[in-house]
């Protein structure tokens, strides 16, 4: 490789906070590949549309408001900035609740054909949240077969997509006042399709030209998404591979075997992934593997398929978004499953460079270079087999392999039920001991911290600090999607990281027995965080509603429109919102203020776009304090707490994540969803069947380079 100059080594150390993504991006340099890290250095982003000033909309544009008169120019049919921003951004959400949503739907298809008994290899495997989704969908349960309440609970979530007159069942999830100001406002979302279609419509040239009513009807269609589409997806995927509880796993790129058949899943959806979950752990596919020469098959994720798979079967995570690429670039990857959403098209020729096969599954997302095995629910163990059994066959293929030796421990499987049993038990789950220590301030407040990696950021950095900077101040942290990713890479996700919590968040989460950063799952479990949000408010102590909390929701490096639809339905649901990376209406002050004032002034919630990291957390604290304030809570005084604190923590996480290593290696059943642990006696293991031991220095080690 050429020699660095100073200002080479700065550049690249600008591109991301993980060694393990800088040493890949050399070595892409060192094979002359490019990668979406160096492809951002040529194609700079167009401020025009960046900044939301750009209409193309009809055929007698594009239209371009730009110069420093820009906000007092009009397109050619005369619509103003604030029409186009807010235009823009409504589209933007569409396009967010529609890849969430078209993701529950599929979620719902299959456990119909579940139900019907038309697909093979999968079951309700958690009955007793079956019965608590029934009973929210208004589904009779007692005396009734498992499948034929499932058939139910199918086909009244599938109704939720397209009917005709009522509202979406689940916004009567929310708090009393949150529906009642949704009604007044005529806000409550419909059905998830219509209020897609219906800002579509809206956004056609020529119909909603009214910046503040565009935007109010992207509040309703985000409210299709969280508490609708999201919310299905994430419940129904529960009923079918199991609510998560707490399990340990490791992530970053040194989770690849350089001995073993490496297959990655990518991308959005649990059920292929659980296939081949099942697949990779088949003894006879086991042994064709060692047939053909290698130690065994190991199965990672990438993106939000991750996600759902680490946190059902403690499957190992490779990355985040900003890692597929990398991940290829290992020359190790046998095989990269993907499905839907978030998958770079650069995947197809990079995969062609190396041995690696790309699979697509879905009849939504074909690549071209890409092989195309079709998921269908009906035969998904003979697909998942298929697929376990290309990558063997690839295995003999592979050339020479860089695997970076980067790997870190993680806790994660925090679901709203776990919290619940966390804080009291089978029978007397609550929220009371997290409300009554915001109460008390030995926690200042609540942070979810969520989202992508986008190349325009240094990757990770943003979340990273973002974590840091709160758990120091005694704020507690969920994390979801790729920011929990990011976390987990930086370690902020390992019960050791409870050192660095500020003393009052760390006595109560030793008295709890939970870490201070909790990974609630993907970005459609971000509907959990709602839930959570619904009961700390309900709760009693801290207001009536979701406004009412110290609490701020953050998505530093945003990407995608489906981060948007999820900023804009918390703010919808009474919470503070920040973004970083850019405003996509940052040309239209009139749209900018109608999403800051004009929103929290009508739902209490808003949302705020802040690039730069020390403003972004100067102003989550500024939020928190005052909604503490307005609670007339004690101010937060870190000086006050810290003392009663022991490892009372660590001792029970730690013996209840070995109790069930113990048990899976005994063959326990793993696959499932034991959200009650201790009532079911279940267990999960670590995607491998095996133990990890954690070395001294808290790091597992393995992988590495050959
Ligand atoms: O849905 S966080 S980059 S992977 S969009 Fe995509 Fe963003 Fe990652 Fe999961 Ni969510
Ligand atoms: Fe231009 Fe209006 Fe057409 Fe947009 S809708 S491209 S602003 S003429």
Redesign the pocket.
């Known amino acids: 490789m050429d020699e660095k100059t100073n200002d080479d080594v700065k550049q690249v150390a600008a591109k991301s906070i993980d060694p393990a993504a800088l040493e890949m991006l050399a070595h892409a340099e060192g094979c002359g590949l490019e990668t979406a890290f160096s492809r951002a250095d040529t194609m700079k982003p167009c401020p025009i549309g960046e900044s939301g000033a750009c ?4 055929s ?4 371009r408001l730009v110069g420093k008169d820009a906000e007092e120019k009009t ?3 005369g ?1 103003d900035m604030g029409t ?1 921003a807010s235009r823009h951004f409504a589209r933007q959400v569409a396009g967010g609740v529609a890849a969430h949503s078209d993701h529950g739907r599929d979620m719902a298809m299959t456990l119909r054909a579940v139900a019907t008994g038309e697909a093979a290899g999968y079951k309700v495997k958690d009955e007793q949240k079956l019965h608590t989704v029934a009973g929210y969908l208004g589904i009779p349960t007692s005396g009734r077969e498992v499948n034929e309440i499932a058939l139910d609970v199918a086909d009244v979530a599938l109704a939720q997509f397209g009917q005709s007159h009522g509202d979406i069942v689940y916004t009567k999830r929310a708090t009393p006042k949150r529906q009642a100001k949704w009604r007044e406002l005529g806000i409550t979302p419909r059905a998830i399709d219509r209020e897609v279609v219906e800002v579509m419509h809206r956004t056609h ?1 020529g119909v909603d030209l009214d910046a503040e009513n565009i935007l109010k009807s992207a509040l309703r269609c985000s409210l299709a998404d969280g508490w609708g589409g999201a919310m299905l997806s994430t419940d129904i995927s529960d009923i079918l591979f199991g609510t998560p509880s707490p399990l340990s796993s490791e992530v970053n790129l040194g989770v690849l075997k350089a001995d073993q058949v490496n297959v990655i899943v990518h991308g959005h959806e649990p059920t292929l992934s659980a296939m081949l979950v099942e697949a990779s752990r088949d003894p006879e596919l086991i042994a064709e593997a060692k047939a053909a020469g290698a130690e065994g098959i190991n199965l990672a994720g990438i993106c939000c398929t991750s996600n759902e798979i680490l946190m059902r079967y403690g499957i190992p995570a490779a990355g985040n978004f900003l890692h597929q690429e990398l991940a290829v670039l290992t020359g190790a990857v046998e095989v990269m499953v993907v499905d839907v959403q978030c998958i770079m098209q650069a995947l197809g020729p990079l995969s062609q460079r190396f041995h690696t096969k790309l699979v697509t599954t879905s009849p939504k997302a074909k690549i071209p270079g890409a092989t195309h095995i079709e998921f269908d629910e009906h035969r998904a163990p003979e697909t998942a087999h298929e697929i376990v059994r290309l990558a063997i066959a690839n295995y003999a293929n592979r050339g020479p392999i860089h695997i970076p030796d980067y790997h870190e421990p993680l806790v994660a499987g925090f679901s709203h039920e776990y919290l619940n049993y966390m804080q009291g038990g089978f029978h007397r789950g609550s929220f009371r001991p997290l409300n009554d220590a915001i109460i008390a301030g030995r926690i200042r407040g609540l942070a979810g911290v969520v989202g992508c990696n986008n190349v325009r950021v240094t990757q990770d950095e943003g979340i990273v600090e973002m974590i840091k900077r709160f758990i120091a101040d005694d704020v507690m942290v969920v994390v979801t999607g790729c920011a929990a990713n990011a976390g987990a890479k930086a370690g902020y996700l390992s019960p050791e990281i409870l050192d660095h919590a500020g003393p009052g968040l760390r006595e109560v989460m030793e008295a709890i027995g939970i870490p201070p950063v909790l990974h609630l799952g993907s970005c459609v479990d971000n509907s959990r965080i709602l839930t959570v949000l619904t009961q700390v408010a309900t709760e009693g102590g801290l207001g009536e509603d979701i406004d009412d909390l110290p609490a701020v929701g953050l998505c530093p490096e945003w990407m995608c429109e489906k981060a948007i639809a999820i900023g804009t339905y918390f703010a919808a649901s009474g919470a503070h919102v920040i973004f970083g990376v850019s405003s996509p209406v940052k040309a239209s002050t009139e749209a900018t203020r109608l999403m800051t004032e004009g929103w929290e002034e009508m739902v209490g919630g808003d949302l705020e776009f802040i690039p730069d990291w020390d403003a972004m957390y100067a102003r989550s604290l500024e939020l928190i304090d005052a909604k503490r304030a307005a609670l007339k809570l004690p101010q937060y005084d870190p000086s006050q707490y810290g003392d009663s604190g022991d490892s009372l923590f660590f001792a029970e996480i730690k013996k209840y994540l070995a109790d069930r290593a113990e048990e899976a290696e005994r063959g326990v059943e793993t696959v499932g969803s034991p959200v009650y642990p201790l009532a079911e006696g279940h267990s999960h293991d670590h995607g491998d069947g095996q133990a990890h031991s954690h070395g001294p220095d808290g790091h597992t080690h393995g992988g590495g380079e050959a």
């Open positions: 209409c193309r909309i009809c007698m544009g594009p239209c397109g050619i049919c619509a186009i040239e």
